[in-house]
């Protein structure tokens, strides 16, 4: 039987909700700049779900309710290995927003955040949090190079 398995980037995403605005994050990391969620990478062996709720903590200070699952982005990095973003809809539950070196947050509501400009594939993704019957946002690269966007 053939192997399966390939290696795999898990990250998780999490649009936090408050006061019918969304939280923003302006990231300041060169090699994904621009405006999207916050979030970050699955430690091993943690659960996605968990890591949402510590990601969040650690990049804004909030604690957030138990976050909901609404769906995936998947594609292939530069190493032509799959990464996986889960993403995640919670509201804040309590503490004092503050901002981490991964950029500045602010709130703002998704028409507002809409208008702005958006890191790459991040308007691709916004499908995914703000329409209940789209779960995947898919990229992929021909072999001609050109960038191709699913969204399922």
């Known amino acids: 039987m ?3 398995t390939e290696p795999v980037t898990l990250t998780n995403m999490c649009m936090v909700q408050k006061d019918g605005k969304v939280l923003v994050l302006d990231r300041t990391d060169p090699a994904w700049p621009g405006l999207t969620f916050p979030g970050g990478h699955v ?4 659960p996605v779900n968990m890591s949402v709720v ?3 903590k650690e990049e804004t200070g909030l604690k957030i309710t138990p976050p909901r699952l609404c769906g995936l982005k998947q594609f292939n990095d530069a190493q032509n290995r799959r990464y996986i973003v889960f993403c995640y809809i919670a509201k804040v539950q309590s503490g004092k927003l503050r901002e981490s070196a991964e950029g500045r947050l602010t709130w703002m509501t998704l ?3 809409k208008q702005r400009p958006l890191a790459e594939g991040f308007a691709g993704m ?3 949090f703000c329409d209940e019957e789209l ?5 992929h690269y021909g072999a001609d190079g050109e960038r191709q ?4």
């Open 2 to 4: 053939a192997d399966r």
């Open 43 to 46: 430690e091993p062996g943690e």
């Open 54 to 56: 510590r990601e969040i």
């Open 111 to 113: 028409e507002e955040l």
């Open 126 to 128: 916004l499908n995914i």
């Open 135 to 139: 779960t995947e946002y898919f990229v």
């Open 149 to 152: 966007e699913a969204v399922y």
